[in-house]
């Protein structure tokens, strides 16, 4: 699991047939208390417990799992994962928080085509992605996640509930899936999804000075070249209106 900065560890998404989001541990070691950034696809569970072990973690440190967004490739694997810490708290955007509470499973597979590949392919039942949840976001609050202080930005488009977390100190953006390396954005034709709040969120993070961008899926980049965000979303605009 490798060392990004002092308070932020990666763990590569396992992509196989399907993707497998990136998982982040936020926290300076020191504190034991460490926060887990998404879970992963269906399967990943023991994969994402295992690469924290082996980073020297002790299990017992994660005390929350925040989800940047609740699409399955993120939230695939929660339970699996809830299995082994089940002390840790779950927080997510209150948008999302509500619906799977509810057991309203949309934003999770995003469309029903998608919904019944995977109950096939996991053997996934309907109330399989009913959460409690502990803390809900709204955006704007500022957690201080061991020791290190995150701003959480509300970025729907992409998801209802999608959040950023932001690390002014050292310029570090976790976007979920809103922004990626190469000049990627999220899809926007997914349930909840609109391509205008898209755009206004990527609007929103390109006004953050970014230096490190630790995103959902393929390459993170450090040294961010500046302007990146605004040249994407000016990139994708004729397709967000
Ligand atoms: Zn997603
Ligand atoms: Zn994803």
């Known amino acids: 699991m490798p060392k990004i900065t002092e308070e932020v560890y990666y763990i590569p998404g396992q992509d196989e047939l ?9 926290g300076k070691p020191s504190s034991q208390d460490l926060s887990l950034i998404d879970a992963g696809l269906t399967g990943k569970g023991n994969y994402k417990i295992q690469s924290v072990r082996e980073a ?52 999770v597979y995003g469309m029903d085509m998608f919904r019944g590949f995977c109950e096939k392919q996991f053997g996934l039942k309907k109330g399989a992605f009913k959460f409690k949840v502990n803390q809900k976001l709204k955006g704007g609050e ?19 509930g999608s959040i950023g977390l932001y690390h002014r100190p050292k310029k570090i953006l976790i976007p979920g899936d809103v922004v990626y390396a190469d000049y990627a954005i999220g899809r926007f034709d997914l349930y909840g999804a609109n391509g205008p709040e898209l755009k206004q969120s990527l609007m929103r993070l390109a006004e953050l000075e970014v230096d490190i961008l630790l995103p959902g899926h393929n390459q993170i980049v450090k040294g961010l070249p500046k302007g990146y965000i605004l040249k994407t979303s ?7 209106r």
Do not use: N
């Open 142 to 160: 500022t957690l201080d996640l061991g020791g290190t202080a995150w701003e959480v930005i509300h970025i729907p488009g992409h998801s209802m």
């Open 56 to 107: 020297g973690f002790e299990l017992a440190a994660i005390k929350r799992i925040i989800m940047t967004h609740t699409h399955l490739d993120h939230i695939g694997c929660l339970a699996e994962i809830q299995k082994q810490i089940p002390w840790a708290e779950l927080w997510m955007h209150q948008l999302e928080a509500d619906l799977l509470e509810q057991g309203d499973e949309r934003t």
């Open 18 to 26: 399907m993707p497998d989001a990136h998982a982040y541990v936020l």
């Open 234 to 240: 000016r990139q994708w605009e004729p397709y967000l």
